[in-house]
């Protein structure tokens, strides 16, 4: 089985920052890549930033102001975000695209973490 477990989230006023992290843990080979998405009340869940073998590629909503890096030695991703604004309020899952035992690609997704910007 494996996990993904969000962490971070929280209430921050408009301009400030935020850091999430992710840890994926359980059985598998290999973790081809790990992102977050991200929901906010009444809309579609959202891709905000992914990293894998190809490099890393983000929402133009937050492009220049979110920076997604990976420990591969840890199975952890983080997301750094920088002059955060209320539209960026949302739950914030994170996925790890994993290859398991019997070779299989899953996604395993996190329960998510609420990031609220008000003032």
């Known amino acids: 089985q494996v996990q993904v477990e969000e962490s971070g989230g929280g209430s921050v006023q408009p301009g400030g920052s935020l850091r999430l992290s992710c840890a994926a843990s359980?059985?598998?080979?290999?973790?081809?890549?790990m992102g977050w998405h991200r929901q906010a009340p009444g809309k579609q869940r959202e891709l905000v930033a992914h990293v894998g073998s190809g490099g890393t590629n983000y929402a133009d909503s937050v492009k220049g102001r979110f920076t997604i890096s990976r420990d591969s030695a840890k199975n952890t991703v983080y997301l750094q975000m920088n002059s955060l604004k209320p539209e960026d309020t949302a739950v914030y899952y994170c996925?790890?695209?994993?290859?398991?035992?019997?070779?299989?690609?899953?996604?395993?997704w996190g329960q998510g973490t609420q990031v609220t910007v008000s003032s």
């Open positions: 996925n790890a695209d994993i290859r398991d035992y019997v070779g299989r690609y899953k996604v395993i």
């Open positions: 359980g059985n598998f080979i290999r973790i081809n890549a």
